[in-house]
């Protein structure tokens, strides 16, 4: 999976070279959110970990503290570091989002985070409609201008198409929805990678976009509502037909 291997380094928006300690986080994170170390395990010792990693105890330690900043571990004297039951991690954070989606994400995890978008996204759409600024039309407008120009195919693309999400989200003018643009972002960028991992994405998107901005533009908060609605519920169909797709590759029916 040449083509998907380096998608997936260039992952969602400002992607670029880790440092040894988020390398390790990454590593581990990655054995963590796909089954490989499961909820309750007690990751090696700083002093083993770091001997068989090859690294300095510094690091493997900074890793583990990402870990537990993202609810993935905790540690406790006299037990260790354990990782944490799935209820406890933030599955919104952008690294752990990043995660899931490099290796095949759970259906209930799929159908969890658009239930998630299906709930936030058309509500803050309506909101938008009422309460946005030409600037943040202008915003929306522009990205859309450099998805099409771009196509989601490429990074410049998946990044215009998160400006896009984050300007709606920001024309809520609801500072709880607005602090949720890093998660939706991730999300919007991760799902596009992921729908791309074994064939070109077969759906123009562009049109279904211009719906929602349309009706943010135009003031109508219903259509805006139903716009995204329809938007987001598209969105889930191309990303499960690519997960049945990997799963066809991997047992051998494709």
Same mark, same amino acid.
Not at 107 to 126: H, N, Y
């Given at each position: 999976?040449?083509?998907?291997?380096?998608?997936?380094?260039?992952?969602?928006?400002?992607?670029?070279?880790?440092?040894?300690?988020?390398?390790?986080?990454?590593?581990?994170? &990655?054995?963590?959110? +796909?089954?490989?170390?499961?909820? $309750?395990?007690?990751? *090696?010792? #700083?002093?083993?970990?770091?001997? /068989?990693?090859?690294?300095?105890?510094?690091?493997?330690?900074?890793?583990?503290?990402?870990?537990?900043?993202?609810?993935?571990?905790?540690?406790?004297?006299?037990?260790?570091?354990?990782?944490?039951?799935?209820?406890?991690?933030?599955?919104?954070?952008?690294?752990?989002?990043?995660?899931?989606?490099?290796?095949?994400?759970?259906?209930?995890?799929?159908?969890?985070?658009?239930?998630?978008?299906?709930?936030?996204?058309?509500?803050?759409?309506?909101?938008?409609?009422?309460?946005?600024?030409?600037?943040?039309?202008?915003?929306?407008?522009?990205?859309?201008?450099? &998805?099409?120009?771009? +196509?989601?195919?490429?990074?410049? $693309?998946?990044?215009? *198409?998160? #400006?896009?999400?984050?300007?709606? /989200?920001?024309?809520?003018?609801?500072?709880?929805?607005?602090?949720?643009?890093?998660?939706?972002?991730?999300?919007?960028?991760?799902?596009?990678?992921?729908?791309?991992?074994?064939?070109?994405?077969?759906?123009?998107?562009?049109?279904?976009?211009?719906?929602?901005?349309?009706?943010?533009?135009?003031?109508?908060?219903?259509?805006?509502?139903?716009?995204?609605?329809?938007?987001?519920?598209?969105?889930?169909?191309?990303?499960?037909?690519?997960?049945?797709?990997?799963?066809?590759?991997?047992?051998?029916?494709?």
């Amino acid at each position: 999976m040449g083509k998907g291997d380096h998608d997936e380094r260039a992952g969602a928006r400002g992607g670029g070279a880790l440092r040894l300690h988020g390398t390790i986080a990454r590593d581990l994170g &990655m054995k963590i959110v +796909s089954g490989e170390i499961k909820p $309750g395990d007690i990751l *090696d010792g #700083e002093i083993e970990a770091s001997g /068989l990693l090859n690294v300095s105890r510094t690091a493997y330690r900074e890793a583990v503290r990402i870990l537990s900043a993202k609810g993935l571990v905790s540690s406790r004297p006299k037990i260790g570091t354990r990782v944490s039951p799935r209820e406890q991690w933030h599955l919104l954070d952008p690294d752990v989002l990043g995660w899931i989606f490099r290796s095949e994400p759970e259906e209930s995890l799929l159908d969890g985070l658009f239930e998630l978008r299906r709930i936030v996204e058309p509500e803050a759409a309506a909101l938008a409609a009422v309460r946005r600024t030409e600037a943040q039309v202008e915003r929306m407008t522009v990205a859309l201008e450099a &998805m099409a120009t771009h +196509s989601l195919a490429t990074e410049a $693309g998946r990044a215009a *198409d998160q #400006e896009f999400h984050s300007a709606l /989200l920001e024309a809520s003018n609801n500072a709880f929805l607005i602090s949720m643009i890093p998660g939706v972002g991730a999300a919007v960028a991760w799902t596009t990678v992921f729908k791309q991992r074994q064939v070109p994405l077969h759906r123009d998107a562009i049109p279904d976009h211009r719906k929602v901005l349309d009706a943010v533009a135009a003031k109508d908060p219903a259509a805006a509502h139903a716009a995204m609605a329809h938007l987001v519920d598209l969105a889930l169909f191309d990303t499960r037909h690519a997960r049945e797709l990997i799963y066809e590759e991997r047992s051998g029916g494709a």
